[in-house]
């Protein structure tokens, strides 16, 4: 929301892009270690399912946001973006309110939650504050290991909560089989991302 420049908003860019690099894979990652090959689409569809109904809800929330433009001292966008007490000149000005915790806050408190709730894997099904919620008695994570060895020998013990090392990510990245992959994906999303965000301002 402090964003002045191109420049400044090129470089956020950037960083956000890093940062949500491993969301999907991650994700997808994290549900092949909990479920069988069956079990396994239903998840990933209903993942998408979620992810896409989110991006549905949130032009809508940021309609009426916008509307909150030159309010307080502050345009629509910065209303959009704002996540938390800002500091400086705009600390006196600004009083958070409902739509702020929509956008910002809420993705926020959810991050702090899925520490509490998201167990490591069915091998350590603790979550990773380790005095989480969810609870796994030792019979739970035998049967877990155990159905999905039978479903599949590769996730033996040990596969889920293994150590990826940078040697492993570096072979997997450079291998030259997968770029024609991330080359159509570059292409794809770099298209298609920006015409279905910024479709509203283009028609005006």
């Not at 001292?73 to 007490?85: E, I």
């Not at 889920?160 to 570096?170: A, C, D, R």
């Amino acid at each position: 929301m402090f964003i002045k420049d191109r420049t400044g908003f090129l470089i956020s860019r950037l960083v956000l892009g890093f940062c949500e690099s491993g969301y999907i894979p991650g994700a997808i990652y994290t549900l092949s270690t909990w479920y069988t090959k069956h079990e396994l689409a239903r998840r990933v569809a209903i993942f998408f399912f979620g992810m896409f109904s989110g991006n549905t809800i949130s032009p809508l929330l940021a309609t009426g946001i916008l509307k909150l433009d030159n309010v307080r001292g502050l345009r629509g966008w910065q209303w959009l973006f704002l996540s938390m007490s800002p500091s400086g000149r705009h600390r006196r000005h600004v009083a958070l309110t409902f739509p702020v915790l929509v956008e910002g806050l809420f993705t926020i408190f959810v991050s702090f939650i899925i520490l509490f709730f998201l167990p490591t894997s069915p091998e350590k099904p603790k979550p990773l504050l380790r005095a989480g919620i969810v609870k796994f008695t030792e019979s739970d994570t035998r049967i877990l290991q155990a159905r999905l060895e039978n479903d599949d020998q590769g996730k033996k013990p040990g596969a889920q909560g293994m150590h990826i090392s940078l040697e492993v990510v570096w072979k997997t990245v450079s291998h030259y089989q997968r770029w024609p992959h991330f080359i159509s994906t570059f292409a794809a999303f770099s298209t298609w991302s920006p015409l279905t965000t910024y479709t509203p301002s283009i028609m005006m």
